[in-house]
């Protein structure tokens, strides 16, 4: 029986609210189970120097954890002197997914940043992060739509994600910390709403596992981001 009494092919709860940072173009507050996560999206008159003169925009992605996200308190990067190195791999993925729902010639030069700070973790804060962030960026090209400072929509389709993972040889969806903790295989999936991975992190902690488990897990994470796919939808609509 897991934790919260989930069958094995269940997301934890989920909602996502948005409009909660009134000066960002896009926000929204993801919460799936204990992990909660602020996503905003700020548009920027600029682009990357790499991107100069290209006519194309830019999407990126930062990513943190709040000091007491975590039982005990996580030193702040400033005070390090750095950033977190697991921080820069998360908001790497972030970025890398984000940018996949959309089309940077329709963008035009300027750049959409995705700030995704962690305000309680307990699991998939990364997928969470992916869910939420693709919700604050389709508000904020939804403004440059409504403005008419595009020539068309540069919002190609739809982004989430969610982790799988096996225990004791059994395929579970959305882990918690309690089960990715003590899981034999960790997996988080990237896809977009037709089924189409963008990106799978996966990694075997115990025993390796088979070519038909990975399909098994697949299918549940593909199952479960058409699910999120839906609440993006409403949200946004909201």
Known sequence: MRPDQRSP???????????????????????????RVLCAASIEERVPPFMKGSGKGWVTAEYAMLPRSTLTRKERDARKGRIDGRAQ?????????????V????????MITVDCDVLQADGGTRTAA????????????GRLV????????????EVAAVSVGLI???????LCYREDSVADTDLNCVATSDGNFIEIQGTAEGAPFTRGQLEE??????????TLNSLQKAAIAR
């Open 9 to 35: 092919s269940d997301l934890r709860k989920v909602s996502i609210e948005t409009g909660v940072m009134p000066y960002a173009e896009g926000s929204a507050l993801i919460s799936m189970g204990d992990t």
């Open 89 to 101: 791999e998360i908001q790497r993925l972030v970025g890398r997914s984000l940018r996949a729902a």
């Open 103 to 110: 089309d940077m010639a329709l963008l035009g030069e300027r």
């Open 130 to 141: 992916i869910t939420g962030g693709y919700v604050a960026l389709a508000l904020a090209i």
């Open 146 to 157: 409504e403005s008419a400072v595009v020539s068309g929509n540069p919002l190609i389709r």
């Open 168 to 174: 004791s040889g059994e395929v579970l969806l959305d």
């Open 217 to 226: 897990m697949l299918d549940m994470a593909n199952a479960g981001i058409a």
